[in-house]
């Protein structure tokens, strides 16, 4: 009995990990900065074959994955300078754009790395409870999600940047007139959010094929975590990201994967006619009230 | 005779195709309280824009105590001291009292910030409700705390847009006391664009009247009396 609880409490602690891993690097880039990224599955593929790739050449997996992140924020960084900059304030261009960057990304990596890469095997073996028999990775990869939480709060709430960070979001003209390196604030947020990219990536690579187009397997969910949680990142993606996964994880145990997916999908479209600018917008007319 | 803190010359500036400053000059020596006043659409809120750098000029030259500031950023001209008080207040909504202030302090580090406490004593208020998001202000609060996010960076000039728009009586009095005496304690410069009678008959020193989008008359020292301003004003 103890182990069927215990197993709802993993299945659950897996996808709210998954979806706020996935999400976590699109809430600053879409929720805050309103760029549609459609490239951020690809930042999520760059974490994934550098860790690979690094691993491969003998660094151990933490260092390795320290490499996927830190790869994907430069990336991050560098794309910002060069297309994202004339993007902001134009969200529908801002979609096209990272379309094709998008596009760029999967198939240059089809042509240049194939169209299979060399796999990491998940490292730190299981553990039992009652009948079953879980891994302890998935158990890290839920600590590493409460992780990111808790450092995208810090950064953006209690640091001297996230103060200029929002103060630029909500008003980039006047933030300017105050004396804030806008520019430089808009490249930093941007590599910040493709480097949490890249962390999810590189946390994921131990557990999937190493394919081009692994993006796509993150990007749905991590755009519906970031609509469900609303405009405001911090308190938004944390509680999205909870109720999508007890819907999620709740239809997986009892009709499968698929049901799982189509009633989170389902669950989203609800969620988002009810409450139309998300969790956040909803827990802060509450409190305002 | 002493070195000007913001000289402006044949400045000229416009919106996508259309030409809104034809050439303004103007001189503000340090310490002094200018009005910049005139008719609805005549250019003064352009220039203050134009003179924070938010706009660019397209010709003529901007200089701030002695250097040429034409082509700097916003965000360069406001840490070599330029304070920026814009129409509409344009305080971040979604930040609180305390964090929009933060914003204003950051760039006072490098030349030494007004502390937040002596902010206070001018605006008492901004102490008591600075845990409140700022959206949720009065425009009158909104106003005060933009003044103030301003004057945390310790701003030898500042440019203030129609501090009295939208706001009752009592506030702008209570603003218009402490410009004044922000000027005496810190000997801050004030350029401000008003169309309040009152307002400017209270603290302006000398006056600049734009029309068309050049300056089309100066009120010199001794000269801001009612009869002299409403000319302009209702011309």
Redesign the interface.
Known sequence: MSGDLFSYVYQFADVFAFLVLSAAGLAIIFGMMGIINMAHGEFIMCGVYVTSATYHMGLPLVLAQACGTAAAGLVGVVLEYLVIRPLYARPLDSLLVTLGVSLIATQGTLVILGSTFPGIGTPLGSFDVGVYTFSTYRMVLFAAAIGVLGFVYVLFMRTGFGVQARATMQNAAMARALGVPTSRIYALSFGIGAALAGLCGALYAPTMNLIPTMGAGFIVEAFVTVVVGGASVLLGTAPAAAVLAIIRSGLNAWYGQVIGQIGLLIAVILIVRVLPSGFSGWLARRSAS | MPMPILEVAGLCARYEATPVLRGVDLVVQKGEIVALIGRNGVGKTTMMRCL???LAAESGTIAYQGRDVTRL???GR??LGIG?I?QGR?V????TVE??L???E??GRQRGAVDRSRVFTYFPILEERRRQ?AG?LSGGQQQILAIG??LV?NPALILLDEPSEGIQPSIVQMICRVLRAIRDDLGTTILFVEQNLDTILTIAERGYVMEKGRIAAEIPRGDISQSNVRKHLLL
């Open positions: 924070i750098g938010l950023g916003a965000d406001a840490r920026y814009p344009e971040f909504p979604r930040m964090e929009n933060r914003v204003g950051m760039i998001l949720t996010r301003a960076g």
